[in-house]
């Protein structure tokens, strides 16, 4: 999983990815081939419909702040928020965790989803 704002970097790490996966000697995916995965899928996440009626996303952090450098943390706090949330409800095999969105996707495995919502 991953977030990013430059969709021309994104799209050559995509095509890099898919590269290396299907490469025979990937350092990066020869786990998941040694578990016989035959492709790699790559999502896209609309955030702002992902978090529409998240009840603890809105009761934690409210809506976006009018002062521009708190809004600005705002937006990387939802991303992040929404990032972990993910990687727990999915069990996504290649995630690798950043500080922010680690501690969601702790505080998630940790409280269950199911008791949270």
């Avoid at 529409?52 to 706090?77: C, H, Q």
């Avoid at 409800?89 to 008791?115: P, Q, V």
Wanted: net charge neutral; hydrophobic share 30%.
């Amino acid at each position: 999983m991953g977030r990013t704002k430059d969709i021309i970097n994104s799209l050559t790490e995509i095509k890099d990815n898919v590269k290396d996966f299907y490469r025979s000697d990937s350092k990066k995916y020869g786990a998941l081939k040694d578990k016989n995965y035959k492709e790699i899928v790559f999502y896209e996440v609309d955030i702002d419909e992902y978090i529409k009626n998240d009840k603890l996303f809105k009761k934690l952090y409210g809506n976006v702040p009018n002062d521009e450098y708190f809004s600005l943390a705002y937006y990387f706090i939802r991303a992040a928020y929404v990032e972990g949330k993910l990687e727990f409800e999915t069990s996504a095999s290649m995630y690798h965790k950043s500080s922010l969105d680690e501690y969601f996707f702790d505080y998630y495995k940790r409280n269950k989803l199911s008791e949270i919502i």
